[in-house]
T-cell receptor, first 110, second 116 residues
Framework: LAKTTQPISMDSYEGQEVNITCSHN???????ITWYQQFPSQGPRFIIQ???TKVTNEVASLFIPADRKSSTLSLPRVSLSDTAVYYC???????????FGRGTSLIVHP | ETGVTQTPRHLVMGMTNKKSLKCEQH?????MYWYKQSAKKPLELMFV???????ENNSVPSRFSPECPNSSHLFLHLHTLQPEDSALYLC???????????????FGPGTRLTVL
């Protein structure tokens, strides 16, 4: 499985856009990029998944450059409730068991 | 309502006790997982059942014993635990990795376990 590297922590303020970048230099051709969100004392929650270019849903956008060696999760206009740990996972679509790293701890300040 | 429920939500037990954690999923999935999350550590995958067969056991001590009687229920039996086993135990479900091209995991709320 491709190894991922993401910042340990980030700080932001309410109303700002937050971009969290994940590096995955050895991503394979059949790998997808998936992001999860975890609030304290809760299980992770799926946010978004993509393969290339850009994916957008009601929660976030995922930007993937052409070489796919990195990806950026974009959270528009964050609020205090977006304070959480965000995990970047890379693996083949199906046929693998997601492995979570340390994630990025995002703190949103008033 | 996440579709995956876990009971109990909190559990305090002594090192000589025997207890069980229960997980139930209402999503029609056919794979279930146990994860352990200790303070300031990444999620650790413990066990995976896919199509009701155990497919992964990540060197978990024998004091943890999983049971999957059907695709909707998963148990984690605990016996003679140590204080370092205190953690948040999370259950998750998904479509079976072997059969699905999109295996998003759905997590339960977890059981906060304290071993005295």
């Amino acid at each position: 499985l491709a190894k991922t590297t993401q910042p340990i922590s980030m700080d932001s303020y309410e109303g700002q856009e937050v971009n969290i970048t994940c590096s995955h230099n050895n991503i394979a051709t059949n790998d997808y990029i998936t992001w999860y969100q975890q609030f304290p004392s809760q299980g992770p929650r799926f946010i978004i998944q993509g393969y290339k270019t850009k994916v957008t849903n009601e929660v976030a956008s995922l930007f993937i450059p052409a070489d796919r060696k990195s990806s950026t999760l974009s959270l528009p206009r964050v609020s205090l409730s977006d304070t959480a740990v965000y995990y970047c996972l890379v693996g083949p679509g199906g046929s693998y068991i997601p492995t979570f790293g340390r994630g990025t701890s995002l703190i949103v300040h008033p | 309502e996440t579709g995956v429920t876990q009971t109990p939500r909190h559990l305090v037990m002594g090192m000589t006790n025997k207890k069980s954690l229960k997980c139930e999923q209402h999503l029609g999935h056919n794979a279930m997982y146990w994860y352990k999350q200790s303070a300031k550590k990444p999620l650790e995958l413990m066990f995976v059942y896919s199509l009701e067969e155990r497919v992964e056991n990540n060197s978990v001590p024998s004091r943890f014993s999983p049971e999957c009687p059907n695709s909707s229920h998963l148990f984690l039996h605990l016996h003679t635990l140590q204080p370092e086993d205190s953690a948040l135990y999370l259950c998750a479900s998904s479509q079976a990795p072997e059969t699905s091209g999109y295996n998003e995991q759905f997590f339960g709320p977890g059981t906060r376990l304290t071993v005295l």
